[in-house]
């Protein structure tokens, strides 16, 4: 198995709170990037990064289009782009929603499979939708590898069903293992 450069984590209602959980427990200067798509409402005004870097020891960005990526950074997709992952960099997108969400988890997890393939990992926690199931089945089918949080200590578990459904998972864990488990694969120890 290569060795792991991108967690892509997509998460909808109740997002915040796993989110929150899993960044708590990665360490500062991880050797991966981060990428977070959370399903939001258009607010150029938004306190998602802030809240999330209160509870991180990673710098968590909203970026710009075209930002080179950083490993031991989390990048918060913004409100109302598509947050997409280019070879070395972050592209933002304003194309339509997919399955009404902008930003999307399918569009962030399908461009991560095609940049990274398997050197990425995608993680779906909590989610009220669909969005993210057929860009995990993406990252699977490049090489890469796909955890989930356990359906039953999700806040919604619609996304997490979904995935599951979708594609083999390499693993099903409650919020408490995750930010464990990713480590462990970047770090391969």
């Keep these: 198995m290569s060795s792991v450069e991108i967690i892509a984590i997509g998460a909808s209602l109740g997002g915040l709170r796993a ?3 899993v960044l708590r427990g990665l360490p500062a200067g991880l050797s991966a990037c981060v990428i977070v798509t959370q399903h939001r409402r258009a607010d150029p005004e938004s306190k998602l990064a802030y809240l999330l870097g209160r509870e991180c ?15 031991g950074h989390v990048y918060l997709a913004p409100s109302d782009y598509h947050l997409l992952v280019e070879r070395g960099s972050l ?3 304003v194309d ?37 199931a057929a860009g995990a089945a993406a990252i699977k089918r490049a090489g890469g590898r796909v955890l989930v949080q356990d359906p039953d ?35 391969g120890k």
């Design 57 to 71: 020891q990673l710098p968590v960005i909203e970026p710009e289009d075209k930002l080179p990526l950083e490993r």
């Design 96 to 132: 339509p929603p997919v399955q009404y969400a902008r930003p999307s988890i399918d569009v962030l997890f399908e461009s991560v499979a095609d940049a990274y393939g398997p050197a990425a990992v995608g993680v779906m926690l909590t989610s009220s939708s669909a969005d993210g």
């Design 153 to 187: 200590t999700a806040e919604s578990p619609v996304g997490p069903r979904a995935v599951i459904a979708s594609t083999t998972v390499d693993a099903v864990v409650g919020l408490e293992r995750l930010a464990e488990m990713l480590v462990k694969l970047v770090t």
């Design 19 to 21: 989110l929150q959980a």
């Design 91 to 93: 592209a933002l997108s």
